[in-house]
């Protein structure tokens, strides 16, 4: 499995950034739980959202809850983070990932992942 991010920029305080993922393989893509992480200049990579390959459970980090939600489309292979009212502190490089199943609430750890793309930087300027 394949995935490219892509989405970023730069934005001003308050401002929106809808990022996305796709995924190419010959594993299919419904069978995918896709998770999105960041990692901040001089931090640890963070969760920040996952979603189970059947659309029924997600996981959304208390820091954004409310203003990132994540979202995917099956017949696109995509997997999306739309990201609203952001804050100098989203500032990141953004990073989507793919596990072959779903490990409930371990999804907000890189572990259970199998499959990472390359990162896409979001600034958010104050």
């Known amino acids: 499995v394949q995935l490219q991010a892509c989405g970023g920029g730069l934005v001003q305080a308050g401002g929106s950034l809808r990022l996305s993922c796709a995924a190419s393989s010959r594993y299919a893509f419904s069978r995918l739980s896709m998770g999105w992480f960041r990692q901040a200049p001089g931090k640890e990579r963070e969760f920040v959202a996952a979603?189970?390959?059947?659309?029924?459970?997600?996981y959304v980090t208390d820091s954004v809850k409310g203003r990132f939600a994540i979202s995917r489309d099956n017949t696109e292979k995509k997997v999306y983070l739309q990201m609203n009212n952001l804050k100098p502190e989203d500032t990141a490089v953004y990073y989507c990932?793919?596990?072959?199943?779903?490990?409930?609430?371990?999804?907000?750890?890189?572990?259970?992942?199998?499959?990472w793309g390359q990162g896409t930087l979001v600034t958010v300027s104050s």
């Open positions: 990932a793919a596990d072959e199943g779903w490990s409930g609430a371990r999804m907000r750890y890189p572990g259970p992942y199998d499959y």
């Open positions: 979603l189970a390959w059947d659309g029924l459970s997600t």
